[in-house]
């Protein structure tokens, strides 16, 4: 057998992974171990991780991958100083040092960092560099159904690209084109991210989620002064309303300006119109670019099939656009699409192109519903809730199901822990905090009493795979909760002409379908479908509520607080239901209800992570 280590790591979303013989053995982000959301530090919790789930040491993997080249990356650091010279010098100077101390000699950097997790592992000729977008469309491609398919990746930047287009053909995959920095989707939405006042690398989705709120009033401003978009999506940004190339923040004096308004500060001014109005305009734009790029790649290949990777194939609303316009037949976007998931695709890169081995396809596709980290023995769980001092009873399967089900019906909050922990950004089933979308209130309770995060912030269904077309318009599965579509008009509730004049977060609390709690306010919803195969608990208890209900649909949103990373363990899990206000708590075969906990275990959890 053959095992080839993935590593992402010193960016953000730091990552391990490992295939073994071509296919996904196990993966997992470093934020899940050290409890820092988006990690950039070497990921050596999720090394031992992988390493310790295939019951490997690492001297007997057979090669690592680093999922991109650092010499590439310095060459443009390097250029761009001196086209913007003398602009840049401040970054220069802060980039610098690390770069000659540590980034340049990453071989050397990794070797060592390997070192101590396994004092056995000497061959430095093991360690290997992918490209960072030739990593982004390997994860794309190579795990997904499609025998042929047209691959585009677009993020913030790699090395020199910020976004391409390839072909993947049985195990071949070429990138055909490139268009490079600093002309980036990802830095532009990224600047708007930053220009609103939510963090850059990790706010870009609450940007998403507001747009609806807001009119694209600003949509021409863009196009005519920030971004010169072509006819085919390719386009050029006006480099002088932004500092991300010179200066340490995303944009300038001159932005600013050209909106009449200087950057929100998050923790000091409100939202308002303006900035509801600035989101939906950036969001338009960057829908546009996406649907001109797929459209024109159509035109000119022919082919059927699109895979999607990099930060920009998180934007689900932009995702479910280009679906709805029927360019290609079937899309497949990898559910772990930002840097973590360049750990599987460096992998499966050398597997394939320097390897030359032949691909096996999973018609369904190979990410086995991105369950690919650690997971818990139900010993395990139960030893550790009896040393944190937790009250449960062990209850079968079965009654697992049909004692959450009531609870949800009864408009209580359900923290819900089985199986393997996912990968990538989503919760799917696993680590999932759940509740009854039938409820007017539980969009409300959940964000500001458990999540504690802004009210606006939507949730997304997760609904049986079989019943999709029954509740929203949507034909493609969506398992990894990356597309968007509308409720069904016969689920909906139509506005009155007073609920129509409101602006704003006044829109938040009109109740416009029998699935509130899951409906934006632009009757839209981030779908997550689930089946019986992929995840087989879930799937009975989405059931177990239909057969209850009717509905087959829950309210599906990641456990954890805002600004901390999903839960991983079962001590992370009992923090997080202790220091919030969840009702309920299932892990394996153990259930608690909160009203049963000792008072002396609750916590504060709303002030002890950074607003994200």
């Known amino acids: 057998m053959s095992y080839i280590l993935g590593i992402s790591a010193f960016y953000h979303d730091s990552a391990a992974s490992l295939i073994r013989d071509g296919k996904i053995v196990a993966a997992a982000q470093e934020e899940r171990f050290t409890r820092i959301k988006h990690d950039s530090s070497f990921p050596i919790n999720a090394i031992n991780f992988v390493l310790k789930y295939s019951r490997l040491k690492l001297s007997e993997v057979d090669q690592i991958v680093f999922y991109e080249k650092p010499f590439l990356k310095f060459e443009r650091l390097l250029e761009t100083y001196v086209a913007f010279a003398p602009r840049g010098f401040i970054q220069f100077t802060k980039a610098m040092p690390s770069w000659l101390r540590d980034k340049l000699f990453q071989k050397k950097q990794i070797f060592e960092y390997l070192k101590t997790i396994d004092n056995n592992y000497k061959d430095e000729k093991k360690i290997f560099f992918s490209e960072h977008h030739l990593s982004h469309a390997a994860s794309a ?175 689900c609303v932009a995702n479910g656009k280009i679906l709805k316009k029927g360019y290609f037949d079937n899309i497949w976007i990898q559910p772990a699409a930002g840097d973590a998931g360049c750990s599987i695709g460096a992998s499966l890169a050398f597997w394939h192109l320097h390897l030359k081995k032949e691909r096996i396809i999973n018609k369904n596709d190979d990410m086995q519903g991105s369950f690919l980290g650690p997971e818990y023995e139900q010993s395990e769980i139960e030893e550790e809730l009896n040393k944190l001092g937790a009250k449960f009873k062990i209850i079968g399967e079965d009654e697992i199901y049909n004692e959450t089900v009531k609870c949800l019906m009864n408009e209580q909050s359900v923290g819900w822990f089985q199986g393997r922990m996912e990968f990538g950004p989503r919760a799917l089933g696993c680590r999932s905090i759940l509740g009854d979308p039938r409820s007017e209130n539980m969009q409300k309770n959940l964000n500001l009493k458990i999540k504690y995060r802004e009210s606006f912030r939507p949730f997304a269904p997760a609904i049986l795979e079989n019943k999709l077309s029954d509740w929203f318009d949507l034909k493609e599965k969506s398992p990894y909760m990356l597309l968007v579509a509308k409720v069904l008009e016969e689920k909906s509730i139509k506005m009155t002409d007073q609920e129509n004049q409101l602006f704003g977060i006044e829109k938040l609390n009109i109740k416009r379908s029998a699935i509130p709690s899951v409906t934006h306010v632009d009757y839209s919803a981030r779908i997550q479908t689930v089946n019986s195969a992929t995840n087989h608990k879930f799937y009975n208890l989405i059931k177990k509520f239909e057969e209850n209900t009717g509905c087959p649909i829950l309210v599906n949103t990641s456990f954890n607080v805002r600004g901390e990373p999903i839960v991983n363990s079962p001590i992370d899990a009992f923090k997080c239901f202790m220091g919030t206000n969840l009702d309920i708590l299932v892990i394996g075969n153990c259930f608690l209800k909160k009203i049963d906990q000792s008072s002396s275990l609750l916590k504060s959890y709303k002030d002890k992570f950074e607003l994200d």
């Not at 850059?200 to 920030?226: F, R």
């Not at 300038?252 to 300006?257: D, E, G, L, P, Q």
């Open 141 to 315: 491609f190579y795990p997904s159904p499609f025998d042929e398919a047209l691959v585009l990746t677009a993020d913030g930047v790699g090395e020199w690209a910020t976004t391409t287009a390839a072909i993947g053909k049985n195990n071949k995959l070429e990138i055909l084109k490139e268009l490079h920095f600093p002309h980036s989707l990802g830095l532009l939405y990224s600047a708007f991210t930053y220009y609103i006042g939510f963090k850059v690398n990790s706010g870009e989705y609450k940007l998403m989620g507001l747009a609806p709120y807001g009119e694209p009033k600003y949509t021409n401003i863009i196009k005519d002064n920030l971004v010169d978009i072509k006819q085919d999506g390719t386009f050029n940004l006006d480099q002088k309303y932004f500092d991300y190339t010179t200066g340490l923040k995303m944009t300038n004096a001159k932005f600013n300006t050209l909106f009449g308004m200087k950057e929100r500060e998050s923790n000091k001014e409100d939202l308002t119109q303006f900035h509801m109005d600035i989101a939906a305009s950036i969001q338009q734009v960057t829908e546009e670019i996406m649907i001109k790029l797929t459209k024109s790649l159509s035109e000119e290949y022919k082919i059927k099939n699109l895979c999607l990777a990099g930060g920009v194939a998180l934007n």
